[in-house]
């Protein structure tokens, strides 16, 4: 049965790729503009996990456009960077205290870090060895997701998050996405000229534009169904990211729609599919 399953699954994958291609008719550049985006840190190598320094390290060093991250606070207030929920032997990171959090020993060894260690980190960079054994020191685009809480509690999550980018002059380098409509208006109202895009998925590009938000960034199957909301958002000046594609085929299909980012857990993959692309222009 579970063959079966695959195999219809797959065939519905190629269908709305192909669905999606037919009905794209811009042109195609040149060179591909599609961006990598690491989604939670360049963390599936050797040593490293999910939302730690280590896969923002590594997410510098293999040269991505970005390194997607995800905001929770702790139940005394203080900004963390983990998934969530759960985060080690603690079921809910935002019913718990910051100490109970700092106790936390991931899988590789590393703790969870605070936001304002990740974003430190961030606006550093991390030193590159060249080819040629020169070192030269690399930044990439922070892109921050503001996960879902109650109402009061996104807005003193992007509040503190707002100050925190003022202080450390982030501005250009961070984009702030979220599931929550409401943590993104808030986004725009607090980081005005900071790139916001909205992950649900139920709004046209032109009621985000309406609203303010300048960004989509949506789940792939979606985008496969709306393929036209790329150009729709491209018209208006906005941006356009899918998430989180996987498939080397998906990731084919959207680096020819034109999409500007590609969030994923291998962007390796996604290197070779654009550099393939790049190649065959
Ligand atoms: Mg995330």
Redesign the pocket.
């Known amino acids: 049965m579970k063959r079966y399953a695959n195999f219809f699954r797959r065939m519905l994958t190629f269908s709305l790729i192909f669905a999606a291609l037919f009905a794209f008719n811009g042109p195609l550049s040149a060179q591909v503009k599609t961006q990598i985006v690491a989604h ?1 840190g360049y963390w599936n190598t050797e040593g490293s996990f999910e939302n730690t320094i280590s896969s923002l390290e590594n997410a510098h060093k293999a040269g991505f456009y970005g390194s ?1 991250f ?1 905001i929770n606070m702790t139940s005394d207030g203080v900004l963390v960077v983990c ?1 969530g929920p759960a985060v080690g032997d603690i079921p809910d990171v935002q019913k718990a205290s910051f100490s109970e959090v700092m106790h936390v020993k991931l899988s590789n060894g590393e703790g969870v870090p605070t936001l304002e260690e990740y974003l430190k980190a961030g606006k550093k960079g991390f030193k590159v060895k060249g080819a040629d054994g020169s070192s030269k020191n690399v930044k990439l685009q922070l892109v921050a ?1 503001v996960k879902a809480a109650a109402p009061q509690v996104e807005e003193e999550v992007i509040i503190k998050l707002a100050s925190l980018v003022k202080k450390l002059k982030l501005q250009e380098q961070i984009s702030i996405i979220s599931f929550s409509y409401n943590a993104c208006l808030l986004a725009v109202k607090y980081m005005p000229g900071v790139p916001v895009q909205y992950l649900m998925g139920d709004k046209t590009p032109e009621e985000l534009n309406a609203a303010g938000i300048k960004g989509l960034d949506y789940h792939y199957s979606l985008m496969l169904l709306n393929s036209d909301y790329i150009e729709r958002a491209h018209k208006l000046g906005m941006t356009v990211n899918v998430w989180t594609v996987n498939d080397r085929e998906q990731m084919d299909a959207f680096v020819k729609l034109g999409v500007d980012y590609i969030t994923t857990d291998y962007p390796e993959m996604a290197k070779e599919v654009i550099e393939e692309n790049n190649r065959l222009n």
């Open positions: 939670r997607e995800d998934h997701e």
